[in-house]
């Protein structure tokens, strides 16, 4: 067999770095325009120690992540009268993200998203992968990144303060080839941002894609629907899919359609009209082909909740986005403090590349070579705008 020197001298560094302390970083953090505190969270069933981050900001937004799945589960922004407020759904212990998590929060991975039938071909081999969402994989699996306990680190600069998180996932893990070491770093900035940089390298040709999965709700009431926020998204086209949520292959213009958010417009405002995608997705649940998308890093979609004055801009690299309006939830999983998350009570922005890329060889690649490095970059910021 031949191993990759150079990818073997990159693990030992891996494990080494984790194992590192630095006390400067480890313990209560020193005075900075974006503080961090480190507490203990909680304990997984086979005693393995989790740990809380809080990061905040000199303009009152904290952001609190946790080092199982990367898990952002708190995130405190102001609104227009300066009242701070969570916009994320999710919960307030351990325990319910282990025993029942729709992704609240979470980093995924291997694969975000849906692969049909949970096989791909990939240098002649077939692959087989878990079928956890009905006859399809998604979202990396039984037990994706959003179920693993990250290595983590801090780095704190004058303007923003960073999480940085390191898992290996081995060769095979949930049916993926090769060895997989995965960063992925949150950047908390003095100007109310969430940075999200992801970084990969393999020892064996793979796929990748991955994405964050926080659900927003910008009014800061969990008992309110997302209904009345106002969307736009730049994109011309998207992806529409069969019955089963995986794209046909092609690609339809978004004009004269309820897909069409070129223009701000309240999610309401058609989500509920007779439209064989949205009676597919019980809603919006598609990926949007973002225009633009080989130029880079650039804005590629917005929210706006009028009442508050919220603002939410993303920025990505990515060629696709995924827009879901909580249509599974269904009043079961409980808020953080009293009730229960309705239905349509979040939406998400999951900024990656196309469901099922590794079967449709005409979508962009998703493929990762030995040697090559995966780099993505996205970014959540948050305004005021009366």
Request: charged content about 25%; glycine content about 6%.
């Amino acid at each position: 067999m031949i191993i990759n020197k150079n990818f073997v001298l990159i693990i030992i560094s891996f494990f080494f770095l984790g194992n590192c302390k630095n006390p400067k970083n480890d313990n209560k953090m020193r005075k900075n325009k974006v503080s961090i505190t480190k507490s203990f969270y909680g304990k997984t069933k086979d005693n393995k120690k989790v740990d809380l981050y809080s990061f905040k900001n000199e303009n009152g937004m904290q952001v609190d992540i946790i080092n199982y799945g990367g898990i952002i589960t708190s995130l405190k922004v102001p609104d227009k009268n300066g009242e701070t407020e969570d916009i994320v759904l999710g919960y307030n212990k351990l325990e319910d993200y282990i025993n029942e998590n729709p992704y609240f929060g979470s980093i995924i991975g291997r694969y975000a998203n849906r692969i049909a039938k949970g096989k791909f071909n990939l240098n002649g081999n077939q692959y087989t992968l878990a079928t956890n969402n009905d006859e399809n994989h998604l979202h990396g699996g039984d037990i994706g990144f959003d179920k693993v306990i990250w290595e983590a680190e801090t780095k704190i600069n004058s303007n923003s303060s960073s999480l940085i998180l390191k898992y290996l996932s081995r060769d095979m893990e949930e049916g993926y080839p090769g060895n997989l070491y995965t960063t992925v770093t949150y950047k908390i900035t003095n100007d109310n941002s969430v940075e999200i940089k992801y970084e990969a390298q393999t020892d064996k040709t793979t796929v990748i894609n991955l994405t964050q999965h926080s659900y927003f709700n910008l009014s800061g009431d969990f008992n309110q629907s997302i209904l009345n926020h106002k969307v736009k998204i730049n994109s011309n086209q998207f992806l529409p899919v069969n019955k089963s949520l995986i794209p046909t292959g092609n690609k339809l213009n978004v004009s004269m359609t309820p897909f069409d958010f070129r223009n701000y417009k309240e999610i309401k405002r058609d989500i509920n009209v007779d439209n064989l995608q949205l009676n597919y997705g019980n809603g919006y649940d598609h990926c949007w082909v973002l225009n633009d998308y080989k130029n880079g890093y650039r804005l590629v979609a917005s929210a706006f909740h009028e009442e508050s004055g919220r603002l939410m801009e993303v920025y990505s690299d990515q060629p696709g986005l995924q827009f879901y309006t909580g249509n599974f939830l269904d009043g079961s999983l409980p808020q953080k403090e009293e009730g229960f998350y309705n239905f349509r009570s979040g939406f998400c922005m999951e900024t990656q590349h196309f469901p099922n890329s590794p079967n449709q060889p005409d979508f962009p690649s998703v493929t990762l070579n030995p040697n090559e490095k995966y780099n993505s970059k996205t970014t959540y910021k948050f305004k005021i705008k009366e």
